[in-house]
Nanobody
Framework: QVQLVASGGGLVQAGGSLRLSCGAS????????MGWFRQAPGKEREFVAA????????RYADSVKGRFTISRDSAKTTVYLQMSSLKPEDTAVYYC????????????????WGQGTQVTVSS
């Protein structure tokens, strides 16, 4: 069974940066979009960012727009989330996911999920 592995989380001070990575041992997910979601304690999982298979379509949640950047490598094996100007409210477990088609705009469009990586932003 394919497993997505997310990494790069950690503890950072407010205003700092982190870069999350996610992949499945070099596997290419042909014609599939990828995305990042997060879940804070006591809250529901929420959308963070998504990128289409081609990279031509990118979408961000309003709460991270201008601070986070999603990208994927040219081999289409890894998706990244560059997070800058982090705030305490960004604290959550971050999950990467692969969509069922070339682009996914909601969590319902994703069928393969990673295990999550903890991001903690201190004030």
């Amino acid at each position: 069974q394919v497993q997505l592995v997310a990494s790069g989380g950690g503890l950072v001070q407010a205003g700092g940066s982190l870069r999350l990575s996610c992949g499945a041992s070099g596997r290419t997910f042909s014609n599939r979009g990828m995305g990042w979601f997060r879940q804070a304690p006591g809250k529901e999982r929420e959308f963070v960012a998504a990128v289409s298979w081609s990279g031509s379509t990118i979408r961000y949640a309003d709460s991270v727009k201008g601070r986070f950047t999603i990208s994927r490598d040219s081999a289409k094996t890894t998706v990244y989330l560059q997070m800058s100007s982090l705030k305490p409210e960004d604290t959550a477990v971050y999950y990467c996911a692969v969509s069922v088609s070339s682009y996914g705009s909601t969590s319902a469009m994703y069928d393969l999920w990673g295990q999550g990586t903890q991001v903690t932003v201190s004030s």
